[in-house]
């Protein structure tokens, strides 16, 4: 069964660093999206993307942050500069389509910030 | 705004017995419903969804869910719950008249007992 991936598992990093968390959604899906869920906290929405733009986002995604569609299958989440409070973890996940499709998710990426 | 409740932080049930994890929603327009698991050290996993039509729902592993307008809720049932089920539950809801994204309930964390 198709599922998405996420590299790396676990990112240890020093705040102001940049870092790029990457994702890559099931093959034939067209709509790709980025949560994050702090420790104990609830899932929240932070971006999607659909056609190479972004058609939604949050107000948790500012400047610090931006996405990209490298190619045809990888997705990424860049921070900038990181902060204490973008610890995390980061989920990525895909739909077939907006609308009635459900989203499936990748098993997350870990971000600590030291 | 759209908004998720789930009432209950844990629901302890044992292994045998119907189980039920409860939530509510609010959201302007029609909304669209869905429940997902998610294991430890795993992403989310997509269990059912509610879009239109029958207001109770069949999804994965035996979970139904009922969808009540008048109530606002749409909450996840098992007739007998296993000792595996014990995870994490989400409810989610997309407005149907504003955007992509989801929104997510706190979760509820479900402990089956032997």
């Known amino acids: 069964e198709p599922e998405v991936t996420q590299t790396p598992s676990h990112q240890v990093t020093q705040m102001g660093q940049e870092v790029i968390l990457r994702c890559v959604p099931i093959?034939?899906?067209?709509?790709f999206y980025w949560y994050r869920q702090i420790l104990g906290q609830k899932v929240e929405f932070l971006v999607s993307f659909y056609n190479n733009e972004i058609s939604e986002k949050s107000e948790i995604f500012d400047d610090q942050f931006s996405v990209e569609r490298p190619d045809g299958s990888n997705f990424t989440l860049k921070i900038r500069s990181t902060k204490l409070e973008d610890s995390a973890m980061y989920f990525c996940?895909?739909?077939?389509?907006?609308?009635?499709?459900?989203?499936?998710f990748g098993p997350g990426t870990r971000l600590t910030v030291t | 705004a759209q908004s998720v409740a789930q009432p209950e932080d844990q629901v302890n049930v044992a292994e045998g017995n119907p189980l039920t994890v409860k939530c509510t929603y609010s959201v302007s327009g029609n909304p669209y419903l869905f429940w997902y698991v998610q294991y430890p050290n795993r992403g989310l996993q997509f269990l059912l969804k509610?879009?239109?039509?029958?207001?109770l729902v069949k999804g994965s592993y035996g979970f139904e869910a009922e969808f009540n307008k008048s109530q606002t809720s749409f909450h996840l049932k098992k007739p007998s719950a296993l000792v595996s089920d014990s995870a994490l539950y989400f409810c989610?809801?997309?407005?149907?008249?504003?955007?992509?994204?989801?929104?997510f309930g706190p979760g509820t964390r479900l402990s089956v007992l032997p």
């Open positions: 989610a809801v997309r407005d149907v008249d504003y955007g992509q994204n989801f929104v």
């Open positions: 996940a895909s739909s077939a389509s907006g609308g009635t499709y459900e989203q499936y």
């Open positions: 093959s034939n899906h067209l709509y």
């Open positions: 509610y879009i239109t039509g029958d207001n």
